[in-house]
């Protein structure tokens, strides 16, 4: 019976959800799924996007774990001593770690300056000048890639050591997840190049050498899995803790929330209400979705696709009928 429903599952995905590349299922610890489409292979690796951002999400824990962070409640300035505040501003030394990681700091834009943010030789620096401003500390606005990287660059400050190299030593290696290195482009086509492979280990960084806290992350569904799987641990993978409990359960509880769209937000983790899950979402489809309850991960990696279909709404329909049951 369960093959004929995955069956239909698979025939409904090549039909509705085309540009899915691979998807993996963890239930009670352990891999019941795992299948790759459009002809992709567990070898490929694909960029996340904004699952990025929970990424940056759990090294921030980890520093603060390990005592490079004193609190979240830390203003964003004492890591930046040496930058000058514009004329004038009011907002920006207020602003602490926890506003980032919510989401609820303003910027000095309307739209999103894409183009000026990537042809600018310190994309750090580009996010500190557009903080702040006259917008108000504590409402909502999400950032898709102008401004987490002040995050990025508060690791780099407080641990020594690249965002890669931290992660790869303190999270990356311990999962078995291998992200082999940075890149730096050297032109927009490179970086479009970048957006559409499945053949590039890697993580993006600014020319400056930061890497990227937004986006710009390559991993496979495997890696993944993992990463949600660890989190479903409360921090734990095979038998080490690799993250505190208390940190799992701050990032992963409603912190803040979209009113528009009354969507519920934690550290640079999206939290869903009805079944107390949460996700790691980036765009074109991408998604680490935990569920506590059902005891589950699913892990799936789509290539870019604008206006892609709700994966949240994907896995309640049609994944979590099949696998969520407790057996």
Known sequence: MKQEQIAGLENIIKKGYSNMAGMVIFKDGQSVYENYYNGYTKANRFHIFSVTKSIVSILLGIALDRGYIDSVEQKVLEFYPEYTVKRGEKTIQSITIRDM??????YKYM???????FTSMDWVKFSLDKLGGKGQIGKFRYAPLIGPDILSGILVKVTGQSV???AKEKLFAPLGINVEKSIIFRNGEEQLTFSKATDISGWAASPTGINTAGWGLTLSPVD?????QLFLNKGIWNGKRIISEKWVAESTSEQSRWKQRNLPYGYLWW???????????????NIIYVSPEKNMVVAIASLFQPRAKDRIEFVKNYVEPIFGKFE
């Open 101 to 106: 990681l919510t989401m609820t700091v303003p």
């Open 111 to 117: 739209f999103n300056p894409y183009i000026k943010y």
């Open 164 to 166: 890669l190299d931290f």
């Open 224 to 228: 993944m899995v993992k990463i949600g």
């Open 271 to 285: 939290v869903i209400e009805r079944d107390n899950g949460y996700a790691a979402m980036g765009d074109g489809g």
